[in-house]
């Protein structure tokens, strides 16, 4: 029995060689969220702290950015500009972000993209007008030559234009042309005297809108 109990107690010995800690100790291999070894976390580029009504997301390698902002209506006819709304709750910074039509492919016209000055903000429950069609050389703005017929008084300069006949989409991408929010203008979608916008405003799918620069969408 002696000798029965003396080799139990060596083989105990040799297992508490390895280590026979409380539980409370960390392990090797740690937790999520304790920062243990195997703790990971999660890096975000975003423009904003929450992803956007109507945008669409898309991966690069520097993580997913998001924003609030949506493209909120598209006049395509007797004018061409194109609203940004942001139905908040925060603010939004656009800076860095660009504004594009989509080329031959479908896909942004990365090129010729509007890119928005740092410091840019949007307010939630704001919207932001860019006017479509301008020349190069004049830049981005901000503009006070906006709308001739009334609009904001203050505007954004881009150099390309929606084509109605053809039919376009807008789209709204990061500082690394990943796309954050788009809207799709149909062809022909709207009648003469008539914009393409999101309805019920920010928040709802394409429809014929009246012309509402820089103000809530509303049925034509």
């Known amino acids: 029995m002696m000798a029965q109990f003396r080799y139990a107690a060596l083989c105990l010995a040799a297992l508490c060689a390895g280590g026979c800690g409380s539980s409370d100790e960390p392990g090797d ?126 505007c954004f300069y881009a150099t390309w234009k929606v084509s109605a006949s053809r039919g376009e989409t807008v789209y709204l991408i990061s500082e690394s042309d990943q796309v954050l929010a788009e809207l799709k203008y149909p062809i022909e979608a709207a009648a003469d005297g008539e914009t393409w916008g999101r309805l019920p405003d920010l928040t709802g799918e394409g429809a014929a809108t009246a012309p509402t620069p820089g103000a809530a969408n509303a049925a034509p």
Do not use: M
């Open 29 to 154: 291999t740690g937790t999520p969220g304790t920062g243990g070894a195997g703790a990971t976390t999660t890096s975000q580029s975003s423009s904003s702290s929450s992803s956007g009504a109507g945008g669409d997301q898309g991966g690069t390698g520097g993580g997913t950015a998001t924003t609030t902002v949506v493209v909120n209506e598209i006049s395509a006819k007797d004018g061409d500009w194109i609203e940004l709304g942001n139905p908040g709750p925060g603010s939004a910074d656009l800076g860095g972000l660009g504004l594009c039509d989509s080329g031959d492919s479908g896909e942004c016209n990365t090129a010729d993209a509007l890119r928005f000055p740092e410091g840019t903000q949007l307010a939630p429950g704001a919207y932001l007008l860019i006017v479509g069609d301008q020349l190069p050389e004049d830049g981005p703005g901000p503009h006070t030559a906006c709308l001739p017929d009334g609009g904001p008084s203050s």
